[in-house]
């Protein structure tokens, strides 16, 4: 039997009710806030990510996934390396969606300067070569926003709002989500920030695991999230970026924290939240559902550089992602089922003698937007009850002899298995009127 790729789900049933679910939300709470809705290529130039998420992260260096063509394949196998190959023809799967909705901004002229700011929200599957356990997928989904051209700490406030209230409309329970924030500087007060922190990874080198020691080099902040017990320990005592930050960088996260304080929005400020993509600038925060052991099931934070590192012109930015296979273990922790039952349906049962009359009357029903179902096995009106009811029938037509001699048909109400009769012509009006 064929067999899917190992980290990668099929969406099916419920599991697909709840993604479109999701994103039914999505356009619901972000259209409030004046988003509208943005699909780019699941396949990019890998110096699109490069730029943007950053050459010393994980996700680019270890988990993405780089895609060839068969013939650039053989090209490659015969050269024995990727020496040679031109920016569009190297090419990786989007592990994430920010990089590649900048790109699309800055090649769509979409802030120009002066104008009104783009806001962007978009769903799609992104992908990560990780080891595959309980909320980490090779292959999974996110809903995310981008905010271009909004330089106040009031859209940060607003971005993580919005985050929250999606959150509660999906079904959380707002006491079990813990919101963390930090401020991570900008270009002005992170270099020094970081080459601090890195000094301090070199000076207790001998307490800290290999990795750390390479994380001093390419990446220290990265050295705040290391699995390793011992090394976080350490670095408890590391200098901590709120301490670090410039006047300007301090200023903008003292307003956010007031905005967010004002909208009595919980939060924890926690100072070695560092996230795992080098674009960020001053706010960043996370949120993760208390007990469900899933991991963060949202995060983001602004990105003034970004668009420059993209090719643009100097604009500001933010946003944040969603996991929806992280959020639909948690939602069911707490006894949420995001999916739902199916829509309820019209089946259309029949005694043999008329069994070609359906076709028609399941077009008509059909035709005024109703769900309808019909057998197509030659079941017995019994078995065809019972398929109805399977199928989660709220109503179904009947009709026999006598009925579609006199033009009328039988209204059996599945819940109440009230029966009426209703002519022909008036049935899909009054079926309609039952089944809302
Ligand atoms: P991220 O924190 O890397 O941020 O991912 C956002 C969310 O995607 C995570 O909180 C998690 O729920 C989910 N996620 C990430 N990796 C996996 C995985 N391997 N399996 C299952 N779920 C996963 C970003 O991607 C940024 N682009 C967010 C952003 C937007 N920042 C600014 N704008």
Known sequence: MAQRVQGTEDLYGGYMRA??????VAREVFGTYGFDMIETPAIEQVATFVHGIGESTDVVRKEMFRVFSGALVENLLAKGSEQGLKAKQRLALRPEGTAGVVRAAVQNNMVPQGSAPAKLWYAGPMF?????????????????????????????????????????????????????????????CRPAYRDKVRTFILDHAGEMCADCLERAEL????????????????MAEAPLAPDNLCDECDQHYEQVKRYLDEAGIRYEEDPTLVRGL?????????????GSGVGAIGGGGRYDGLMELEGGKPTPGLGFAV????????LQAQGVDLGGKPEGCVYVACTPDVRPQVFGVALALRDAGLRVEADHQGRSLKSQFKQADKLGALVCVVLGTDEVAAGMATLRDMRTHEQVQVAQADLASTVAERMA
Not at 219 to 234: G, I, Q, S, T
Request: glycine content about 6%; overall charge neutral; hydrophobic content about 40%.
């Open 19 to 24: 993604w479109q679910r999701m994103q039914d």
């Open 278 to 290: 080098d674009y960020y600038t001053r706010t960043v925060f996370e949120v993760e559902v208390v």
């Open 219 to 234: 990446n220290p902040l990265r050295a705040f999230d290391c699995k390793n017990a011992h090394c976080r320990e350490v």
């Open 128 to 188: 990560r070569g990780e080891r595959p356990q309980k909320g980490r997928l090779r292959q999974f989904h996110q809903v995310g926003v981008e905010w271009l051209g909004a330089p106040d700490p009031a859209s940060d406030a607003e971005c993580i709002i919005m985050l929250m209230r999606f959150f509660e409309r999906l079904g959380f329970d707002p006491k079990s989500l813990r919101l963390c924030i930090n401020s991570m500087g900008d270009a002005a």
């Open 323 to 330: 996991g929806f296979e992280r959020i639909v273990l948690a």
